[in-house]
T-cell receptor
Framework: QKEVEQNSGPLSVPEGAIASLNCTYS??????FFWYRQYSGKSPELIMF????GDKEDGRFTAQLNKASQYVSLLIRDSQPSDSATYLC???????????FGSGTRLSIRP | GAVVSQHPSWVICKSGTSVKIECRSL??????MFWYRQFPKQSLMLMAT?????????EQGVEKDKFLINHASLTLSTLTVTSAHPEDSSFYIC?????????????FGPGTRLTVL
């Protein structure tokens, strides 16, 4: 059973600080990695994707990938209350045409 | 970004009735669409992969005779919950990748909240 593991949280971070979200995955063949944000009662939206080892920055968001350690992370700089949501890590299933979602980390930014 | 719509956004029905949910890609064509279910405070659960012009692929444990999927065109997939029961009450969400080569870059519909009385 291929798995994507995330700490469920809640992760509480003060406004303006850096929020760090982590994810590990079991499928060594996975090549594509994604972060989705889901507000309560809404559907997920894609915020970042990363395919190569290292860092990828997009505005206040940085995705980090280490395939050797099977580890993906998302950093959110200058956290805002509007960043409070559940963040879902997802990776492609190397043997099937689908992606596998983690259970999500609930992030709370306190003013 | 790409737009995916769902209809209805919410539905309440009596136990034993069937409910159809539509998922449309509005500004791109989608050979593949995915159907998920999410119970309160739980993670997304992939139910099935909908393939235009062919049978859907169901995940283990999902009853294909209960959750009928039809991908009639490159912009429309439907999920019919047959003989719905209260335990089927959930948030049903569809998604589609804009590019078939990058399945993970999925655009989600707004979801349909189903309540079965």
């Amino acid at each position: 059973q291929k798995e994507v593991e995330q700490n469920s949280g809640p992760l509480s971070v003060p406004e303006g600080a850096i929020a760090s979200l982590n994810c590990t995955y079991s499928d060594r063949g996975s090549q594509s990695f994604f972060w989705y944000r889901q507000y309560s009662g809404k559907s997920p939206e894609l915020i970042m994707f990363i395919y190569s080892n290292g860092d990828k920055e997009d505005g206040r968001f940085t995705a980090q990938l280490n395939k050797a350690s099977q580890y993906v992370s998302l950093l959110i700089r200058d956290s805002q209350p509007s960043d409070s949501a559940t963040y879902l890590c997802a990776v492609n299933d190397s043997s099937a045409s689908k992606i596998i979602f983690g259970s999500g980390t609930r992030l709370s930014i306190r003013p | 970004g790409a737009v995916v719509s769902q209809h209805p956004s919410w539905v309440i029905c009596k136990s034993g009735t069937s409910v159809k949910i539509e998922c449309r890609s509005l500004d791109f064509q989608a050979t593949t669409m995915f159907w998920y279910r999410q119970f309160p405070k739980q993670s997304l659960m992939l139910m099935a992969t909908s393939n235009e012009g062919s049978k859907a692929t169901y995940e283990q444990g999902v009853e294909k005779d209960k959750f009928l999927i039809n991908h009639a065109s490159l912009t429309l997939s439907t999920l019919t919950v047959t003989s719905a029961h209260p335990e089927d009450s959930s948030f049903y969400i569809c998604s589609a990748p804009r590019q078939e080569e990058v399945l993970g870059e999925q655009f989600f519909g707004p979801g349909t909240r189903l309540t079965v009385l």
